[in-house]
């Protein structure tokens, strides 16, 4: 839970926070710039995009069995998709 905490939630809030503070101690008389509204949909926009883009998974479809990585003789062999006996006929 710390390092959820520290790597996504914290930064994720933290500029929100710094804002709201900054809002709260000047109280009314800074006005905001129409044009930060347009800067923030913006960031929203783009940041929607990048975690949408990082979901997705473009790599070709693996046709196969999906081998997790094990120990064998002290050794750790890595992940990896063994072929099926039916896909190399095809």
Do not use: C, Q
Not at 58 to 73: A, C, I, L, T, W
């Amino acid at each position: 839970m710390g390092r959820v905490l520290l790597t996504i939630i914290v930064p994720l809030l933290l500029p929100t926070a710094l804002y709201v503070g900054w809002r709260l101690t000047l109280g009314r008389t800074a006005p905001v710039p129409p044009v930060s509204l347009w800067v923030a949909a913006a960031a929203l926009a783009i940041a929607s995009l990048a975690l949408i883009l990082a979901n997705t998974d473009f790599s070709r479809p693996r046709e196969g069995r999906y081998v997790p990585p094990y120990v064998k003789n002290g050794d750790i062999v890595p992940g990896h998709v063994e072929p099926d006996a039916g896909a190399s006929a095809r």
